[in-house]
């Protein structure tokens, strides 16, 4: 379909943060696609959309507080689509989260199903069954994977490489399945002068560095992984970092989300660069 009609900030805009003695510190502003397709959403959804049927619905999954379901919701919503939505947690309603309330109200039908029927769903590479479908009233439904992963995602996140006027010597990224950094590296040409710095938010992520590793080895590309073992793992915080995010707010004077980007600064904060070193911020905080 054509994507014109959809009111995203595109290329978003790089502003400098600071100098350091040895270099300066930019950030590529994801965060300012739109206050609900925050960061690295529409990346991930663009290519989808550009192929996606509109005339049939579309199921997808996620939990209760996921930042892929409400983007999903909004776009669905933008372009008239029938948005079907499989919940994790058969316990929950749509009070539960302000996530599954937005959900709700751009339109999307949600489906709370048991954990383990998730679960099962997530090892078939998200293909429901016959009866699955006939219970969503999904019957005829395109699927998109969880998190609004899969190779379309490539096409999108690779523009946030593509945007770029200047090539930094560094480029810091957030990291959860790894489909935005892929993307990014699948755009990046063989032998960059950029290294590329990835935050895993989640802990001891072998599946997701080993398929990173390969990629930037394949292109000649320098790469240093950060496992997320400072804070307990994927979500949680400690005071430290709470600490941190607030100085940071204060100072720039706009939020970061602390699941994935109060991350990256704190990486920022314990290691040494020298020259320019370009943090992408991938979104993630909403107004309820
Ligand atoms: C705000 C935010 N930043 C970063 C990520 C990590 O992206 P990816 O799963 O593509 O590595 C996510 C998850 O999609 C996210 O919601």
Redesign the pocket.
């Known amino acids: 379909m054509d994507l014109s009609s959809f009111p995203f900030l595109t290329p978003s805009p790089t502003e400098k943060l600071l100098d350091f003695s040895a270099g300066s510190l930019w950030m590529k502003r994801d965060d300012l696609i739109h206050p609900d397709v925050s ?2 959403k529409w990346r ?1 959804l663009k290519g989808f959309f550009r192929e996606v049927d509109p005339s049939r619905p579309v199921l997808t999954f996620g939990g209760a507080h996921s ?2 379901l409400r983007a999903a919701a909004f776009a669905f919503a933008h372009a008239s689509i029938k948005g079907i939505a499989v919940v994790r947690g058969e316990e929950l309603s749509p009070q539960h989260s302000p996530t599954l309330k937005y959900c709700e109200k751009m339109g999307m039908t949600l489906h709370f199903i048991p954990r383990s029927e998730y679960k099962v769903l997530r090892e078939k590479d998200w293909l429901p069954t016959a009866r699955q479908l006939q219970e969503w009233d999904g019957e005829s439904a395109q699927v998109l994977p969880e ?1 609004g992963a899969g190779k379309h995602a490539f096409e999108g996140c690779g523009e946030i490489w593509t945007e770029l006027d200047h090539k930094p010597d560094h480029l810091l990224i ?8 892929l993307g990014i590296l699948s755009a990046m040409p063989e032998g960059s002068a950029t290294k590329v710095h990835v935050i895993s ?1 989640v802990k001891g992520a072998i599946k997701e560095q080993a398929s990173v590793t390969e990629c930037a080895h394949q292109k000649s590309i320098d790469l240093h992984w950060e496992d997320e073992v400072y804070f307990g793992g994927f979500g949680k915080l400690s005071e430290q970092l709470i600490v941190q995010k607030a100085a940071f707010e204060s100072k720039h004077g706009f939020a970061i ?1 602390a ?3 109060a991350k990256v600064w704190a990486y920022i904060q314990r290691t040494t660069f020298e020259g320019s070193v370009l943090w992408i911020n ?3 905080v909403f107004t309820p």
């Open positions: 960061g690295n991930k930042n892929h998190g957030a990291s959860g399945t790894a489909t935005t950094v938010a989300d699941v994935y980007n991938t979104g993630g």
